[in-house]
T-cell receptor, first 112, second 113 residues
């Protein structure tokens, strides 16, 4: 069962903020966030681990609520380069295989 | 900056033919993965590989699929007898640890005719 992302699509003006959510029906060990531009590979943005550890780009922030099995990605003061599809990838167990189950994606379009 | 590379960038094949997709992971990484993405859809996990063996595989990864690390640098995905529904973008990824960030290669677009 895949995590559910919301919203499905967002349109912003440059400088506006957005929040993308990722919800899981199963207990999460970690959440990984990626951005994918059309025709390109997913690019790593951030990883949030059970217990509070986070690693990622300085300009990206995210939260991980273990109890609610949810993560949110915060995009502030959006730039044109933020446009793309955002995927959350979830790890559901502490087993060290690295298997990620991805959500269906959230398409973000930033307009001038 | 080190990156994952994949070859070829595009592979066209006839149904029933075997294909081998190649990947060179980041050199000090120990965990390797294959994912696929059908056009316009989400990224789907196929297999993870560590210490020269498969550590986990999805239900998509049936007997037609196999992975190998033939030498110290390459990581390959073989599809023995391709089907039309195997047409997708195949991404290789690598990470330094099982719970670490995964870095994706540029992908191989596989078209099965």
């Amino acid at each position: 069962q895949q995590p559910v992302q919301s919203p499905q699509a967002v349109i912003l003006r440059e400088g506006e903020d957005a929040v993308i959510n990722c919800s899981s029906s199963k207990a999460l060990y970690s959440v990984h966030w990626y951005r994918q531009k059309h025709g390109e590979a997913p690019v790593f943005l951030m990883i949030l681990l059970k217990g509070g550890e986070q690693k990622g780009h300085e300009k990206i922030s995210a939260s991980f609520n273990e109890k609610k099995q949810q993560s949110s990605l915060y995009l502030t003061a959006s730039q044109l380069s933020y446009s793309g599809t955002y995927f959350c990838g979830t790890e559901w167990g502490s087993g060290n295989t690295g298997k990620l189950i991805f959500g269906q994606g959230t398409t973000l379009q930033v307009k001038p | 900056e080190p990156e994952v590379t994949q070859t070829p960038s595009h592979q066209v094949t006839q149904m029933g033919q075997e294909v081998i997709l190649r990947c060179v992971p980041i050199s000090n990484h120990l965990y390797f993965y294959w994912y696929r993405q059908i056009l316009g859809q989400k990224v789907e996990f196929l297999v993870s590989f560590y210490n020269n063996e498969i550590s986990e595989k999805s239900e998509i990864f049936d007997d037609q699929f196999s992975v190998e690390r033939p030498d110290g640098s390459n990581f390959t995905l073989k599809i023995r007898s391709t089907k039309l529904e195997d047409s997708a973008m195949y991404f290789c990824a690598s990470s330094g640890g099982g719970h670490n960030e995964q870095f994706f290669g540029p992908g191989t677009r596989l078209t099965v005719l």
